[in-house]
């Protein structure tokens, strides 16, 4: 989802469509629609449709990578959202999203 300057929404975008278990996610597909319409910011999400939607290692490691990227561009990822049927994990409001965003995992180096 894209947010502008006041964090009100712009769009939401389906970016890619996975299997049971895994959507891998480029970073160029992620950021193509928020940089087309000049999105000051997004919302990362995606569903864990069995129900448990603690963020496995891959999506907190998939998270970095896009803060990063979303750091490139000028475009600030405030929030990555796990939905299920019942329930959802914000990565914001759990203080992941600081934490994720102090990694140097994926900084630029020069």
């Known amino acids: 989802m894209g947010l502008d300057v006041s ?3 712009l769009f939401i975008e389906l970016v890619v ?3 049971s278990y895994h959507a891998n996610v480029k970073p160029a597909e992620a950021f193509r ?19 448990e939607v603690r963020p496995s290692d891959e999506d907190k490691d ?6 990063q990227v ?7 990822v405030v929030d990555h959202l796990i939905i299920s049927p019942e329930t959802f994990f914000s990565f914001d409001i759990t203080g992941l999203m600081e934490e ?3 990694s ?3 900084a630029p180096t020069l």
């Open 33 to 51: 629609v928020a940089v087309w319409k000049n999105a000051f910011s997004v919302v990362l999400m995606h569903n864990h449709p069995a129900g």
């Open 100 to 102: 994720l965003r102090e």
């Open 62 to 67: 998939v998270t970095d990578h896009l803060i």
């Open 7 to 9: 964090r009100r929404p």
């Open 70 to 76: 979303g750091r490139i561009l000028n475009t600030q």
């Open 104 to 106: 140097t995992k994926y």
């Open 17 to 19: 469509i996975g299997g």
